[in-house]
C-alpha cells in the first residue's frame, strides 16, 4: 500500500524524515521504503547563510560560510542575490540533482567549496529563476528541502504481515508510528447526525455478516473530485471515478473501512438484503466482468438480484453515475475467511476485499461511514436523510490478563511496568493494573491481538527488537552426535565417489508420468493439483532424473557423466530414503602422455560394478546375482546388493533398447537406504597387525566350464585365504575365453596369490606346497585345473 | 720400505682427485693381493714379535683408513653423478595441468545444509529428519495455521491424489515430529526438502530446502533466540557482517522476527542483490507460539522455547553469487563442477 507522507504528518506529529519513517516502520514490523520524494534530488537541506565574503581568485565569486545547525560548510556561490541571514537550499556533497546530476567535492578557482547553494531552476521546481533559492526566513534548518516546501510530498510503500490489516490505512500507520514515538494520534472528527430517521430497510440473513451499518444521502451532485482529493488518490495509485466514488476510496486509504455507495433508485426495490448467493445466480461486477456465484458467497442483493458482491465489488448496473442524485452508503463487518474464500473463488481481489480478508475494526466501520458521508455533504451536496445500523453479534472488545512477570520471562530481559504501561497505552490498549496483573482491553481494530503472548510481542516490537539484550550462548548443552549407520553409510558413498570424479546431483521429486514409464516404473503418489505437467506425480526412482540429467550433459558435449544422488523417492511402501549413481563415456581423458598406448575404457559392467564393490562400506554388503527381473536393466548385465541377505540395491547397465540414441553403455545403481537406518553398529575396522616379512606371489592360472560361475571359484580360494594358511590375498588378473586353445565351453582365469607368513620368510616348497592344496582342491571340488 | 704414515698420506691423495675408474686402481694398489700394504704385512714374517706388532696393527689401521675413504669418495661421486643427472632432467611444470582424471564435487545445496549443520551443531544442536508426505495436522493445524488461513490456500500446497496427505510446505512440521518424540529440553535442527505448487521462475522452484531449528526447555527466552541466531549468522558469513532483527508474523511463533544481514556484495549501501536495501534476508524466527506447545500437550507455562527456519537456495545463491534458482536443479556438469 502507498502511504503519502503529508497525509500522515496530520494524523500524528513527527519531525522524521521520510527516510526515517521508512525505517522507523521497518524496525517495529512494517516493511517501508520511499519510492518517491515528490522532488527531482537528493541530500539537499536547508541552511542559514552565515557569511559572505569575495572570493580571493575572482570577482564574480563569493565565498560564504552556511550551517545546518550542526556544521558548518564553506561554499562557493556565484549567485548575486546570496547575501548572509537568508535561508536557502545546499545541495551537500553527494546530492543528487535534477538531470543526474551529482555534487563532487570540487574546487573553484583555488578554493574548495563544500557543496552548492541551490536556484530554483537547478532544483527544477520552475524553468527559470534568477540568483539563488531563498526560502521563507523562518523555516527550520537541517532539514531536507522537500519537507520544507509546500505540496512536495514522499510516497511510502508499506508491506504488512498478514496479521496487520489494520496497518491498511493512513490512520493504522500513524498508530504505529504514534506507539513508537509516544506520541498521540489525532482521528479525523466527524460530524454525527445524532436524529437521523431510522432506515428501516436492510434485512441480513447470513451470520457472515457482522454488523452493517448504510445510510441513504439524497440531492447529491456527482462531479469530480476537487484537486486535494485527486492528489491524494493519484499518490496511491487510485484511479479516479467521481466525486462521490472517490470519497469512499479516500475514506478507505484514511481510515482502513472499505465502503461501497451506490445508487439506490436503480434497485429493484427499497429492500437491502445481506444473503449468501445461490448456486446459479450471476452478478456483472464494476469492472465489466460476469460473475458465477454460489451458496458461501456473501451478497448484497434487493429482492430480485445481488447489488454487489460484499466486500470484493459492486454491481455495475448499481454504480453512480454523472444522473445518481440518491446513494446509499455501506460500511460493514463481514467475515474475513469467506470474503477471503470469495475472492480466490472468483478471482477477483479489489483493495476492498484485500481488507476484508485481513479483518476490520468494528469502531472503524462506524467512524468511516460518518466521514465519508460528512465528505459527500460537503463536496458533493445533498443531504443525509437516514441511517441503519445493524449488530449481527455482540460485539465486545477482547480482555487480556497480562503478568508483568512473565514479559521478562518470555524476552529474557526486565521491561518496567512504567514502560509497559506506556507502550500498551499508545497502541490504544485500556490499561487496569490489578496486583502483579494487568487486565488489557484491546481496541477494535487490533483483531490480531488475542492471547498474552500477543501483549508480550507488542512489548518487544514497540522497545525495538535490536536494542535488547542478548544473552550469552548457553554452551552447557550436551553435543549430541547424529550418528546414524546411515548417515555414515551416506557419507562414505558420497566422499568416495566424489574422490572418484562423480558429482553430486539434485533432482525436484516430481516427473511427468510418462517420464517413469519409460523406464516401466510405475508411479504410487499422484498430485491431485498440480499447476504443470511436470508436477504430474512423485518419483518412484531415481533414475528418471539421473537420465534426464545424462542425455543433457551429454547434448551439451560431455564424454564422461558420473552423477551420484541422495533423497527420497516415494515407492508403494512410501518414502524410501535412496541412493544412486549413473555412470557413462569414458573413463579417463585424453591425455598427451598417452598419446603411444590409446587408453579409450568406457564404463561398462564390471567396472561400474568393480565401483560400486569399492565404496560398499562393509562386509554386510555382498554382491550376488540379479534374481528378480528388472524393468530397466539389461537382462545380462546386472546385479544386486545384498545387506543381511536381503536385496536393497540393484546395478547393471540400462536396458540397450532405452540407450539406443547414446553412444556407449550407460551404468546405474540404486540402493534402498531405509533397510539399513537405525543400525547403529557401524563397523570400526581394527587395526591387524602386518607381517614384516616379504610376500611370495604365485600366477596360477586354471580352465573351468564357462556354465560355471566365477563366484564359486572365488568362494573356495576365499575359503582358503579366511582359513588362516599363509594364503593371504588373491586377485583376478586376467579372464581369457579363446576355446580353440582351451576346449570348447571351457574359460580361462589366471589369479595371482600371495603368501605369507607373519613369523618367518616362506621357502619355495611351503609356497608350492599350498598351491598344490588349492589346485587339488578347485579341481576335486569344481572340476577347475591347472591350465597346462 | 716406505714409512706407512706416508703410504697412507699418499694413498689419500690420491684418493682426492680420483675417479671411479681411478678409485678401483687405488683399491688394487694399496688393498689389493699384490698391493702395498699388503706386502708389507707378508713380509713381516721375518721380523721380530715387537715389530710384527706394531707394524702389523698400523699397516691394519692403514688399510681401514684407505678403504673406509674410498667408499666414502665412491658414494660421493655416485651422489655427484646424480645431482649431475638431475640438473639435465628439467620438466616443464605447466603440463601438469593436464591430467585424464577430473575432479568430483558435491552438491552447493547438499554443501549448504552440511555447513549450517556444522555450525548448528557446534551450538549444541541435534540433527533430525521428518517425512517429506506430511498431514494437514503435522503441516498446519499442529502448527496454530487454521483451516481459514491464507497459507492454508491449496494453490499453494501439493496433495496428493486419493489420499489425505500433502507434500510439505516448509520443515516446520518437524518441530512437531520432535516434540512428540522427546520431552524437553529440546535442541534440534531438522534440514530438508520441501515443495510449494508455485510456477517456477528465477528465484521459485517447486522443490526446496530449508532448515527448521526448535530449542525448547525451562526459561527459554527471546534473549536466548537473538543470542544463537547473532551466533549462527557471524559463524556462517563471518564475524563482521551486520544484522538486524525486524518484527514480523508468523502463526506458528510468537513474538516472531525476522533476521536481515547486511548485503555483502554493497556492504549495506544498497544494490541489484539486495534490492537496493542494503539487507538481505536471512531467517525467520520467534518464540514457539502456546497453541503449537500445546498441541503437542507440552505445559506451555513451563516451556517456552524458540524455533527458527532457513532457505537453503537463498543463502546458497546469495552465498555463490548464483542468479537462477532453476541451475541448481539441471545438474549441468559445467555448473555443478564449479563447485
Redesign the interface.
Known amino acids: 500500500m502507498k502511504i503519502s507522507y503529508n497525509l500522515l504528518k496530520e494524523f500524528v506529529d513527527f519531525e522524521l524524515s521520510p527516510k526515517d519513517v521508512a525505517s522507523t516502520l521497518t524496525s517495529i514490523g512494517i516493511e517501508a521504503s520511499v519510492v518517491s520524494q515528490g522532488c527531482g534530488w537528493t541530500d539537499v537541506v536547508t541552511v542559514k547563510v552565515l557569511n559572505v565574503q569575495k572570493h580571493p581568485g575572482a570577482d564574480k565569486l563569493s565565498l560564504c560560510g552556511v550551517s545546518d545547525g550542526i556544521k558548518e560548510y564553506s561554499i562557493v556561490c556565484g549567485a548575486k542575490n546570496i547575501a548572509s541571514g537568508q535561508t536557502v537550499p545546499l545541495a551537500k556533497i553527494g546530492a543528487v540533482l535534477p538531470g543526474n546530476f551529482e555534487i563532487k567535492k570540487s574546487k573553484i578557482r583555488g578554493v574548495d567549496s563544500q557543496g552548492m547553494i541551490c536556484s530554483e531552476k537547478e532544483l527544477g521546481i520552475k524553468e527559470e529563476s534568477e540568483g539563488v533559492f531563498v526560502l521563507d526566513e523562518k523555516t527550520k534548518i537541517g532539514l531536507p528541502l522537500e519537507n520544507v516546501l509546500e505540496g512536495m510530498d514522499s510516497v511510502l510503500e508499506i508491506e504488512i504481515t498478514t496479521n496487520r490489516g489494520d496497518c491498511l490505512s493512513h490512520l493504522g500507520i500513524a498508530r504505529e508510528i504514534g506507539a513508537k514515538l509516544r506520541k498521540v494520534v489525532s482521528v479525523p472528527q466527524v460530524k454525527v447526525l445524532k436524529k437521523l430517521p431510522v432506515l428501516n430497510c436492510v434485512e441480513i440473513k447470513s451470520n457472515l455478516c457482522k454488523r452493517y451499518i448504510g445510510s441513504v444521502i439524497s440531492g447529491v451532485k456527482v462531479g469530480a473530485s476537487p484537486k486535494w482529493l485527486a492528489d491524494v488518490l493519484a499518490k496511491s495509485g487510485t484511479r479516479l471515478i467521481n466525486n462521490i466514488v472517490d470519497i469512499t476510496n479516500f475514506v478507505m486509504i484514511e481510515l482502513g473501512q472499505p465502503l461501497h455507495a451506490f445508487d439506490i433508485t436503480k434497485l429493484s426495490s427499497k429492500k437491502i438484503i445481506i444473503r449468501e448467493a445461490s448456486d446459479l445466480e450471476k452478478i456483472t461486477a464494476l469492472d465489466g466482468k460476469e460473475y458465477k456465484l454460489d451458496s458461501g458467497m456473501l451478497v448484497i442483493a434487493d429482492e430480485q438480484k445481488p447489488v454487489a458482491i460484499a466486500g470484493v465489488m459492486g454491481g455495475e448496473f448499481s454504480g453512480v453515475d454523472g444522473n445518481t442524485e440518491t446513494i446509499f452508503l455501506e460500511s460493514a463487518i463481514f467475515d474475513a475467511a469467506s470474503i477471503r474464500k470469495t475472492s480466490k473463488k472468483l478471482n477477483l481481489s479489489s483493495d476492498s476485499s484485500y481488507r476484508f480478508e485481513r479483518g476490520l475494526g468494528w469502531d472503524i466501520a462506524e467512524l468511516a461511514l460518518w466521514r465519508a458521508a460528512n465528505l459527500i455533504t460537503e463536496i458533493a451536496g445533498g443531504k443525509q436523510e437516514a441511517l441503519e445500523d445493524l449488530h449481527a453479534i455482540k460485539y465486545e472488545r477482547t480482555k487480556i490478563a497480562l503478568r508483568v512477570e512473565r514479559v521478562s520471562k518470555i524476552l529474557g530481559y526486565t521491561v518496567e511496568e512504567n514502560e509497559i504501561g506506556e507502550i500498551l497505552r499508545f497502541l490504544g490498549i485500556d490499561l487496569q493494573p490489578r496486583g502483579e496483573v494487568i487486565l488489557c482491553t484491546i481496541p477494535s481494530w487490533r483483531n490480531d491481538i488475542k492471547i498474552e503472548v500477543d501483549l508480550i510481542e507488542e512489548i518487544a516490537r514497540i522497545k525495538g527488537y535490536d536494542g535488547t539484550p542478548t544473552s550469552k550462548t548457553h554452551a552447557d548443552y550436551a553435543y549430541t552426535l547424529n550418528n546414524s549407520f546411515l548417515s555414515a553409510i551416506i557419507e562414505e558413498f558420497r566422499t568416495r565417489l566424489n574422490g572418484l570424479g562423480f558429482s553430486e546431483a539434485l533432482n525436484c521429486s516430481f516427473l511427468e508420468i510418462a517420464e517413469l514409464e519409460k523406464f516401466g516404473l510405475k508411479h504410487y503418489y499422484k498430485i491431485a493439483n498440480p499447476i504443470s505437467k511436470e508436477n504430474e506425480v512423485l518419483r518412484s526412482s531415481l533414475l528418471p532424473g539421473l537420465f534426464k540429467n545424462l542425455t543433457l550433459n551429454i547434448s551439451q558435449g560431455a564424454e564422461t557423466v558420473t552423477l551420484f544422488e541422495h533423497g527420497k523417492i516415494f515407492a508403494e511402501s512410501g518414502e524410501r530414503k535412496t541412493f544412486a549413481a549413473i555412470m557413462y563415456g569414458r573413463v579417463w581423458h585424453e591425455w598427451w602422455k598417452w598419446t603411444e598406448q590409446k587408453i579409450s575404457l568406457k564404463f561398462d559392467f564390471y567396472f561400474g560394478g568393480g565401483i560400486i564393490k569399492n565404496i560398499l562400506p562393509s562386509e554386510e554388503f555382498m554382491i550376488a546375482e540379479n534374481l528378480t527381473p528388472s524393468s530397466y536393466f539389461h537382462t545380462g548385465k546386472t546385479a544386486s546388493i545384498l545387506f543381511r541377505g536381503k536385496v536393497i540395491g540393484r546395478f547393471g547397465i540400462v536396458k540397450p533398447s532405452l540407450t539406443s540414441d547414446i553412444k556407449d553403455e550407460v551404468f546405474y545403481f540404486e540402493m534402498d537406504l531405509e533397510p539399513v537406518e537405525n543400525i547403529c553398529v557401524k563397523k570400526t575396522s581394527f587395526y591387524k597387525a602386518y607381517s614384516k616379512f616379504p610376500a611370495v606371489k604365485r600366477d596360477v592360472s586354471v580352465t573351468a566350464d564357462k556354465s560355471l560361475q566365477f563366484a564359486k571359484i572365488e568362494e573356495v580360494i576365499k575359503n582358503v585365504a579366511k582359513s588362516g594358511g599363509i594364503l593371504k590375498e588373491y586377485s583376478l588378473f586376467s579372464a581369457y575365453g579363446d576355446e580353440t586353445k582351451l576346449g570348447e565351453g571351457k574359460i580361462g582365469y589366471s589369479f595371482r596369490l600371495s603368501y605369507k607368513n607373519d613369523e618367518k620368510t616362506l621357502s619355495d616348497k611351503e609356497v608350492n606346497d599350498d598351491v598344490e592344496v588349492l589346485l587339488n582342491k578347485l579341481d576335486s571340488d569344481l572340476g577347475v585345473k591347472l591350465r597346462q | 720400505m716406505k714409512d706407512i704414515g706416508r703410504i697412507i698420506n699418499e694413498a689419500l691423495e690420491k684418493i682426492k682427485n680420483a675417479d671411479v675408474a681411478a678409485l678401483e686402481n687405488i683399491k688394487t694398489e694399496y688393498l689389493g693381493k699384490n698391493g702395498v700394504l699388503t706386502q708389507i704385512l707378508k713380509s713381516l714374517s721375518s721380523r721380530s714379535i715387537e715389530d710384527k706388532k706394531r707394524i702389523g696393527s698400523e699397516a691394519n689401521n692403514a688399510k681401514s683408513v684407505i678403504e673406509v675413504e674410498i667408499e666414502s669418495k665412491k658414494e660421493n661421486l655416485k651422489k655427484a653423478l646424480l645431482d649431475e643427472k638431475m640438473r639435465e632432467e628439467k620438466l616443464d611444470c605447466s603440463?601438469s595441468l593436464?591430467?585424464?582424471?577430473?575432479?568430483?564435487?558435491?552438491?552447493p545445496?547438499?554443501q549448504t545444509i552440511q555447513d549450517i549443520?556444522v555450525v548448528f551443531?557446534?551450538?549444541?544442536?541435534?540433527?533430525?529428519e521428518g517425512?517429506?508426505?506430511e498431514t494437514e495436522w503435522y503441516n498446519f493445524e499442529a502448527l496454530n495455521i487454521p483451516e481459514?488461513?491464507?497459507a492454508r490456500?491449496?494453490?499453494d500446497?501439493?496433495?496428493?491424489?486419493?489420499m489425505k496427505a500433502l507434500?510439505r510446505t516448509h520443515t516446520s512440521p518437524g518441530q512437531i515430529h520432535v516434540m512428540e518424540k522427546h520431552k524437553p529440553?529440546i535442541?534440534v535442527i531438522v534440514p530438508g526438502?520441501v515443495?510449494r505448487?508455485?510456477?517456477s521462475d528465477a528465484t521459485h522452484?517447486?522443490?526446496f530446502h530449508q532448515v527448521e531449528g526448535l530449542v525448547v526447555d525451562e526459561?527459554v527466552?527471546?534473549?536466548?533466540l537473538?543470542?544463537?541466531v547473532?551466533?549462527f549468522i557471524r559463524k556462517f558469513f563471518g564475524s563482521d557482517i551486520g544484522m538486524?532483527?525486524?518484527?514480523?508474523?508468523f502463526q506458528f511463533t510468537?513474538?516472531?522476527?525476522e533476521v536481515d544481514m547486511q548485503c555483502v556484495f554493497c556492504k549495506g549501501k544498497g544494490c541489484r542483490l539486495c534490492k537496493s536495501?542494503g539487507w538481505i534476508e536471512v531467517l525467520g524466527c520467534g518464540?514457539v507460539?502456546?497453541n503449537v506447545l500445546k498441541s503437542v500437550r507440552y505445559d506451555c507455562e513451563k516451556y517456552?522455547g524458540y524455533a527458527f527456519g532457513l532457505g537453503v537456495e537463498r543463502i546458497t545463491m546469495f552465498k555463490r553469487g548464483i542468479d537462477d534458482i532453476r541451475l541448481?536443479?539441471?545438474?549441468?556438469?559445467?555448473f555443478?563442477?564449479q563447485f
Open positions: 603440463k593436464y591430467f585424464p582424471f577430473s575432479k568430483g564435487s558435491f552438491h545445496i547438499i549443520n551443531k557446534s551450538l549444541g544442536f541435534a540433527v533430525a517425512p517429506e508426505i481459514s488461513h491464507p490456500d491449496t494453490q500446497t501439493f496433495y496428493l491424489e486419493g507434500l529440553p535442541r526438502k515443495y505448487n508455485e510456477a522452484f517447486s522443490t526459561n527466552t527471546f534473549a536466548d537473538k543470542a544463537v547473532s551466533d538486524r532483527f525486524r518484527p514480523s508474523h510468537e513474538p516472531s522476527a536495501s518464540m507460539h502456546p517456552t541448481l536443479y539441471e545438474n549441468d556438469l559445467r555443478l563442477k
